[in-house]
């Protein structure tokens, strides 16, 4: 029987308790070890949400379903546990296709529950009625539908360990509206979760042959300008201490993709990111690690790459390698694969060295691009460009010390310049656009990276069109106090207000704004004071200052509402040649 204090207690009939679905789902999601769910409830899953938390399964209530579903794929990267996302039926279900998709692109778990239909009704112009595992269909590496409520226990376990099963992905669950009112005993439903337990995958890939370990090892050794690259991918299989082994034995420089920052410092004396050009453009040999291919690394081809360079290339996922076909492919989990290297390394060492050219080399690009930066930096610009706040906004999050906050950043300008300046030192520290560049993630991502690691502090560097997708979610941050501060870099819209050339202000509705144009200097920080929340407008280095300095004492809810020159960045930021 269910303690009396259980605000939703099972119902009971002939002195049996019984179960309706959804305590049958909650349960199922709690015994596997579900303990946290993003999402936005209706109809049909209200009482789902409920059950749940009556388990201990802490629900996280957002305003959209495409901030939830992008919460959810983060802290599943975040956690190394499938992010969980709960909608209703029908626009619910298309709304948060969003998450699903981000999750598939990035390669990080996370599984979907959605309500639907009665299924009798299906067919007949039922509310809500849509094929979801149709429209789910691309975006999700596994879906079922539960058919009756005996089928709801091997449903939820095959969806959350296929999710972080292989190469990490969305799935989805589909529950019918008519198979979360079935009833069942709770002596069954014991039964029933029991059994599901055969589905869980604990077993991490590794499919690697010795011979291809000491052939990695020996391009490697005898390489004469090597590199290492690393990507999310390293940052989800917990990699770090591996490369930290790697990187110290073999005097290696390394260079991160964007959300590999920080698995090794970027202040580390190896670290090639002040000298990327050079890096990537002399390499003989790469080994790639848990990092794909594709449009971030200019798809491993010239002229970005030396046409003769010898990729090995470390992915969990085999048809990866089959695609990209590298020199050397090794299929596995990247700790895993990076300890055998490891081992085969330390029973017959080899290190560059300090004076090594190819290491002097990149190392000294790498100052000299320093160098500039700083002088850049140094200079106090006011209106502001970008790089004035920024260089304020690092020394600020530097300041901190350990635990580093999680840096949240999306936008252009804004993201692509803090990524030259912002500095990672630790693991799992950075989230931006990702892998499909995707706008509008950043205050989903802020809540995921809050409830995954409440010890830190959350800080967004956010452009204020990305912030526009997702702002009403500040009301959420209020709501559960998350310590989440929000820096808005206000240039009155997408890039950067009115861009126009002459000739392109023309037309009968040649006075209506800019298809970029938001309204200049809008006051982003009252939105937040509305819910209960700071706010802080700033224009100048002393406010700014003043502003961060306040904000992250006080590890509350707030928006900095940054005004900087509408013509300061560029059209596109890095990716003008694409627009």
């Not at 011979?211 to 490697?220: G, N, T």
């Not at 991918?233 to 591996?242: C, I, Q, T, V």
């Amino acid at each position: 029987m269910a303690d009396s204090s259980d605000p939703n207690p099972p119902t009971t009939q002939n002195s049996q308790t019984i179960l309706d679905g959804n305590q049958l789902i909650a349960k199922a999601l709690a015994r596997f070890g579900v303990d946290r769910m993003f999402g936005v409830v209706g109809i049909p899953v209200t009482s789902l949400a409920n059950r749940a938390v009556s388990l201990g399964v802490r629900f996280i209530a957002f305003h959209n379903e495409q901030s939830a579903g992008y919460a959810a794929s983060a802290y599943g990267f975040l956690t190394g546990r499938p992010g969980v996302l709960l909608t209703v039926s029908g626009p619910g279900c298309v709304h948060r296709l969003a998450g699903l998709s981000n999750a598939m692109a990035n390669a990080w778990p996370m599984v979907m529950i959605s309500g639907s239909c009665d299924q009798k009704d299906f067919g007949r112009g039922d509310f809500q009625e849509l094929d979801q595992i149709a429209a789910v269909n691309t975006f999700s590496k596994f879906s079922a539908k539960a058919k009756s409520i005996k089928e709801i226990p091997d449903c939820v376990f095959q969806a959350l360990a296929k999710a972080g099963s292989g190469r990490p992905g969305g799935c989805y669950l589909d529950f019918p509206s008519d198979v979360l009112h079935q009833t069942i005993s709770e002596s069954e439903a014991e039964s029933l979760v029991a059994a599901a337990e055969r589905f869980r995958e604990s077993e991490k890939v590794v499919n690697v042959q010795s011979s291809q370990i000491e052939e990695a090892v020996s391009l490697l050794r005898h390489a004469e300008r090597p590199l290492i690259v690393f990507g999310k991918g390293a940052a989800f299989a917990r990699a770090e201490d591996e490369l930290g082994k790697l990187v110290e034995r073999t005097g290696i420089p390394f260079l991160p993709t964007p959300m590999g920052k920080g698995l090794l410092p970027d202040t580390h004396e190896l670290a090639a990111t002040a000298a990327r050009s050079l890096a990537i453009g002399k390499c003989d040999v790469a080994l790639v690690v848990g990092a794909r291919l594709n449009w971030l690394l200019h798809f491993g081809e010239p002229p970005k790459w030396s046409k003769d360079v010898k990729f090995i290339l470390v992915d969990v996922d085999k048809e990866e390698i089959e695609l990209r076909k590298p020199h050397l492919g090794l299929v596995g989990d990247a700790k895993l694969v990076l300890e055998k290297i490891n081992k085969e390394i330390k029973d017959d060492p080899f290190c560059l060295g300090k004076s090594h050219s190819w290491v002097e080399a990149i190392s000294n690009k790498a100052k000299d691009n320093v160098v500039k930066m700083e002088a850049q930096l140094a200079k106090e610009v006011v209106p502001f460009n970008f790089l004035t706040p920024m260089k304020i906004i690092r020394d600020a999050i530097s300041g901190l010390g350990s635990p580093a906050p999680i840096l949240v950043s999306e936008g252009a300008n804004t993201m692509d310049v803090g990524r030259a300046v912002l500095v990672q030192t630790e693991p799992r520290t950075r989230l931006d656009a990702g892998t499909w560049g995707t706008m509008g993630v950043g205050l989903g991502y802020c809540i995921a990276a809050a409830v995954a690691s409440p010890d830190r502090l959350v800080v967004a560097v956010e452009g204020d069109s990305g912030f526009g997708f997702s702002a009403m979610e500040v009301e959420t941050l209020v709501r559960y106090q998350f310590p989440v501060v929000v820096i808005v870099f206000n240039n009155g819209g997408v890039y950067g207000g009115d861009r126009r050339s002459p000739d392109e202000i023309s037309g009968p509705y040649k006075d209506d704004p800019a298809p970029t144009s938001f309204v200049p200097t809008a006051g982003y920080h009252t939105l937040i004071e509305a819910f209960g929340g700071k706010g802080y407008l700033v224009g100048t280095p002393e406010e700014l200052k003043s502003a961060l300095s306040e904000s992250f004492s006080a590890r509350k809810p707030a928006v900095i509402n940054l005004i900087i020159d509408p013509y300061a960045g560029a059209e596109s930021g890095r990716l003008q040649h694409k627009n």
